[in-house]
């Protein structure tokens, strides 16, 4: 860290040091998990398009007549985003078998993987 400031990025920008210093012990603990675990923390690319795509459903209806209709809209979109083969077609999310598995071992006390 003190190499960090003396250098010339630390020079340079000042911030960053303290930021890494105020933001380490958080940092730390984001390394204690394994890699695939790390990889779904950070890539919530999936996520969002899907979210994005709901949203754009249902803006663009307006208004629904009901709870019911506004509900089959959403699943109409996702089964529409949906491959034949069950897999959310929107961006692939490689190894998501092994991250389920890394979650259901760090968490085993929360996570069933057999339901």
């Known amino acids: 860290m003190d190499q960090l400031e003396a250098g010339e990025i630390g020079q340079r920008y ?6 890494w210093r105020t933001a380490w012990e958080e940092f730390t ?3 204690a998990y394994p890699v695939e675990i790390r990889r779904a923390l950070y890539t919530t690319n999936v996520i969002e398009s899907l979210n994005a ?3 754009k459903a249902t ?13 089959k809209t959403l ?8 491959r034949p083969d069950g897999v959310i077609g929107i ?23 057999n339901k």
């Open 91 to 113: 961006t692939r999310s490689n190894g998501w078998k092994a991250t389920l598995n890394a979650f259901a071992i760090q968490f085993s006390d929360r996570i069933n993987i």
């Open 14 to 19: 000042p911030a960053i040091p303290r930021m």
């Open 75 to 82: 699943y109409l979109n996702v089964r529409a985003m949906t």
């Open 59 to 71: 803006r663009n209806r307006g208004a629904f007549p009901s709870e019911q209709a506004a509900l």
């Open 29 to 31: 603990t984001f390394l």
């Open 53 to 55: 795509r709901l949203r």
